[in-house]
């Protein structure tokens, strides 16, 4: 379409698709009545172990292609839960006082040439209904944004209540495996506009050469990380590169659990078990397992059962993955009949503004031989090199 401004369902606005500098423009409301799809429905919300995520819940892909069903736009009492742990560094929300948008921002993947979904929940912890009145997508990578499905517009947020909106990622089938970045503006009324970060990542349909390279995964992470070059090939040295640590053994960083929060998938097609050990057995302690069909894409789907935290006390303990074929430890003297020895490449978090993340750090696997260390990538909070 022409011109640096679409419009691409009503209310919905992307401005900023061709030029940076493009007005916004906004399609005034129609008559729908201000409750138009505001149903009060039981608490969604679900124990922070449940399932992996940053600050983001996991994405919810549609019928297009694997995963789950994507939420509906239904009001539903507000919950101080968070539905998925931090892996900003923020601690998770305490109870809403105010308006807000649950996650500040959303990060997420879709397969190219197809579309997926991940939701935003506006919280109403006023005592006062809001009206959620327009719906503006901006930046250079808006046109890839859309909610899906629209909500009649104006909708009511009534006192206490929430609101889940769907925001679907749609990359061409020909995008580059890059960051796609774009501010979600929720307009409402007298009670101010809400904003939301959004970031996404095309990924291929499988496994291979077309894979995004560990610093496009990071980079929409929310990581400022130097990973040792910008390439998919990192190389197979010991050598450290980039703000790589040698961590082959970590330790708990403070009394409380371990955070282990599967990132990013992008290896063959199976059931993939992973966990924590100790030595000198050593003793695999599994804490999750990544499901079959969710192989190339952030925050691949967990079996049942999984978990992303455990406690280690204050043993030395390494991490490890198992697929079919060998298991790959982030000891490289465990990995002798591997095809890789130094197989995995652990690097301190720090935020988008590149401050430093306490306590957090990435681990990266590399399962085969070609040196992308993008097979497996955990977030690891509470923990530091062992000594």
């Known amino acids: 379409m022409p011109g640096s401004i679409r419009r691409c369902v009503v209310y919905l606005v992307l401005a900023g698709c061709g030029q940076s500098h493009a007005p916004k ?12 799809g505001a149903t009060p429905g039981p608490s969604g919300t679900q124990p922070a172990d449940a399932r992996p995520g940053p600050t983001t819940p996991p994405p919810m892909a549609d019928a297009a292609g694997p995963g789950t069903p994507p939420a509906s736009q239904d009001a539903r009492p507000a919950s101080a839960d968070a ?7 923020a601690d998770a929300s305490p109870a809403a006082t105010k308006l807000e948008a649950v996650p500040p921002e959303l990060i997420w993947s879709a397969a190219k040439g197809r579309s997926a979904s991940s939701p935003v929940t506006v919280r109403n912890g006023t005592t006062a209904s809001v009206s959620l009145t327009a719906l503006t997508i901006m930046g250079a990578d808006a046109a890839g944004f859309a909610p899906m499905p629209m909500p009649m517009l104006p909708l009511a947020v009534g006192a206490g209540m929430e609101s889940k909106l769907p925001i679907a990622f749609s990359p061409p089938g020909n995008a580059p495996s890059k960051p796609n970045h774009a501010t979600l503006q929720i307009a409402a009324g007298a009670a101010g506009a809400l904003t939301v970060q959004l970031w996404a990542l095309p990924t291929p349909a499988t496994d291979g050469g077309n894979e995004p390279t560990l610093k496009a995964i990071v980079d929409t992470l929310g990581y400022a990380i130097d990973v040792g070059g910008d390439s998919l090939s990192l190389g197979l040295g010991a050598a450290p590169i980039g703000s790589e640590v040698k961590a082959q053994l970590l330790v708990r960083a403070a009394a409380g659990p371990v955070t282990m929060i599967a990132a990013a998938r992008f290896a063959p097609d199976e059931p993939l078990p992973y966990g924590w050990y100790t030595n000198p057995a050593p003793t695999l302690n599994q804490v999750a397992s990544m499901q079959k069909g969710t192989n190339v894409t952030l925050f691949p789907a967990l079996e049942a059962g999984a978990k992303t935290t455990f406690d280690p006390g204050d043993m030395p303990f390494g991490l490890y993955v198992k697929s079919n074929v060998h298991t790959t430890y982030s000891e490289d003297a465990r990995n002798a ?18 401050a430093p993340i306490a306590d957090g750090y990435l681990a990266c696997f590399e399962e085969a031989s070609n040196g992308d260390y993008n097979d497996y990538v955990f977030v690891m909070r509470n923990v530091k090199p062992a000594p």
């Open 83 to 89: 539905s998925t742990p931090p892996m900003n560094g």
């Open 337 to 354: 009949m591997n095809p890789t020895k130094h197989a995995v490449r652990v690097y301190p978090l720090k935020d988008r503004m590149g």
């Open 25 to 36: 423009k906004t399609t005034p409301p129609s008559s729908t009545s201000p409750d138009s």
